[in-house]
């Protein structure tokens, strides 16, 4: 059995625009793991998605942890790691590299069309839908409006630009990658080398809560 010593912490990087309590279906053994919750900071125009991640990083106080993020959260977790020691990133329902991104979101990238889409609008789920979701996965953007509270309109113009314009060739090391057959925001055809959740959308930390709370201990002590 662990001791407070030698537990494993992991600090938690919630979705684009949601709030730590997108973590609340998630419990691990005390005895092992002892979660932590990054919540979103506002940037500034001028900060790159390298200086935004050690802005971040202000809020980890222990060593060697493990960055566990969801969706943007995991491609924050990524860009946090190049700036302090971990012992793992976890990723679920994100991305590892830019060549994961889905066709829309490059269609959505070179038309510039983000731009065109009043960030104030992302108040209502309907516009989510509209930039990140499609038709037939409506129920997950449903599923993850109640998490959506971060609507300042200065991260919202940030983060979604940094989504899209994201320029990570490589995986990085020491990374766990968690996806849901199902996601259909960045869609499992596009990814490679992860752990598939069967039946899981993107809101996978919501819904297959069961699953994660089961294989995450064993994934992060292998």
């Known amino acids: 059995m662990a001791t407070e010593k030698n537990k494993t912490h992991i600090y938690c990087i919630p979705g684009l625009g949601a709030s730590i309590s997108i973590f609340e279906f998630i419990q691990l053994p005390y005895a092992q793991f002892e979660l932590h919750y990054i919540p979103w900071i ?17 809020f980890i106080k222990h060593n060697n942890t493990v960055l566990l993020g969801v969706s943007f959260g995991g491609i924050m977790a990524q860009e946090m790691s190049k700036h ?12 590892k590299t830019r060549h994961e991104l889905p066709k829309r979101f490059l269609f959505v990238r070179e038309t510039k069309l983000y731009k065109l889409l009043p960030t104030k609008l992302l108040e209502k789920v309907n516009a989510w839908e509209r930039l990140f979701f499609n038709e037939s996965n409506k129920k997950a953007a449903k599923a993850y409006e109640k998490y959506l509270n971060i609507l300042d309109k200065r991260y919202l113009d940030w983060a979604i630009e940094n989504v899209l314009f994201w320029n990570q060739n ?5 990374l766990i990658h968690i ?3 199902k996601d259909l925001v960045f869609p499992i055809e ?14 996978a930390i919501l819904r297959r809560s069961r699953w994660l709370n089961q294989n995450l201990p064993s994934l992060i002590n292998e």
């Not at 302090?84 to 991305?95: E, R």
């Not at 596009?190 to 809101?203: D, K, L, Q, R």
């Open 190 to 203: 596009n990814i490679s080398n992860c752990i598939i959740i069967p039946n899981g959308t993107h809101a």
């Open 179 to 181: 996806h849901g057959s």
């Open 84 to 95: 302090i020691s971990v012992k793992k990133v976890v990723i679920i329902s994100s991305i």
């Open 170 to 174: 490589q995986p990085i090391p020491n």
């Open 42 to 58: 506002i940037p500034e125009s001028t900060d790159s998605i390298s200086d935004y991640a050690k802005k971040m990083c202000s």
